[in-house]
Nanobody
Framework: QVQLVESGGGLVQAGGSLRLSCAVSGSIFSINAMGWYRQVPGKQRELVAIITGGGSTNYADSVKGRFTISRDNAKNTLYLQMNSLKPEDTAVYYC????????WGQGTQVTVSS
């Protein structure tokens, strides 16, 4: 059974940093992308950053230059380094893995105070 478990969220002041982790367990066939999404109440879930099977990355314009997505294949873990955090980054952050189907983690809350 596939499980994605996020960690690393919390409360941080504006300008601070957090690193999110997503530990992936279970067998996922033909992973073609892994990514981070976020959602605030009343809004649609939005893409934050994505990394393809080939290692290409893409970021939402709002986080370019501040966030970095990476993965450690040996540890089956996806990361999101978030620097220069802003109050508007406050959201629940979700890990996503896309293979033959899409898998989601349970989410981790990130709160940035002004």
């Amino acid at each position: 059974q596939v499980q994605l478990v996020e960690s690393g969220g919390g409360l941080v002041q504006a300008g601070g940093s957090l690193r999110l982790s997503c530990a992936v367990s279970g067998s996922i066939f033909s992973i073609n992308a892994m990514g981070w999404y976020r959602q605030v109440p009343g809004k649609q879930r939005e893409l934050v950053a994505i990394i393809t099977g080939g290692g290409s990355t893409n970021y939402a314009d709002s986080v370019k230059g501040r966030f970095t997505i990476s993965r450690d294949n040996a540890k089956n873990t996806l990361y999101l380094q978030m620097n220069s955090l802003k109050p508007e980054d406050t959201a629940v952050y979700y890990c996503m893995v896309r293979g033959m189907q899409v898998y989601w983690g349970q989410g981790t809350q990130v709160t940035v105070s002004s």
